[in-house]
Nanobody, 123 residues
Framework: QVQLVESGGGLAQAGGSLRLSCAASGGAISRYAMGWFRQAPGKERKFVAGISWSGANTYYVDGLRGRFTISRDNAKSTVYLQMISLEPEDTAVYYC????????????????WGQGTQVTVSS
């Protein structure tokens, strides 16, 4: 059973940056492809970015590539989401998730989820 714990959220100003971390325990994270999702108030949870088990392949939702970068350090059992040029529209709870199916875009494909970390971007 893999446990995922996100951190690094908080309050940022528009144009600023944050780096989210997702620490995994209870299993070898290198076995799993990983993803970041976000859920804005009153909206559905949506895919943000994904990364293959080795880190060789990354996937992003249209419009976020270039501002958001997903990476991983399997030795540290940690996945990161670097966010720059933040916009108020990025305000959401951000979740990391793990999956073994290599299908990144649908939340239903993921087996394990963290509890989320709040990101708030002020204008």
């Amino acid at each position: 059973q893999v446990q995922l714990v996100e951190s690094g959220g908080g309050l940022a100003q528009a144009g600023g940056s944050l780096r989210l971390s997702c620490a995994a325990s209870g299993g070898a994270i290198s076995r799993y492809a990983m993803g970041w999702f976000r859920q804005a108030p009153g909206k559905e949870r949506k895919f943000v970015a994904g990364i293959s088990w080795s880190g060789a392949n990354t996937y992003y939702v249209d419009g976020l590539r270039g501002r958001f970068t997903i990476s991983r350090d399997n030795a540290k059992s940690t996945v990161y989401l670097q966010m720059i040029s933040l916009e108020p529209e990025d305000t959401a709870v951000y979740y990391c998730a793990a999956q073994s199916s290599n299908r990144y875009y649908r939340g239903a494909e993921y087996d394990y989820w963290g509890q989320g970390t709040q990101v708030t971007v002020s204008s």
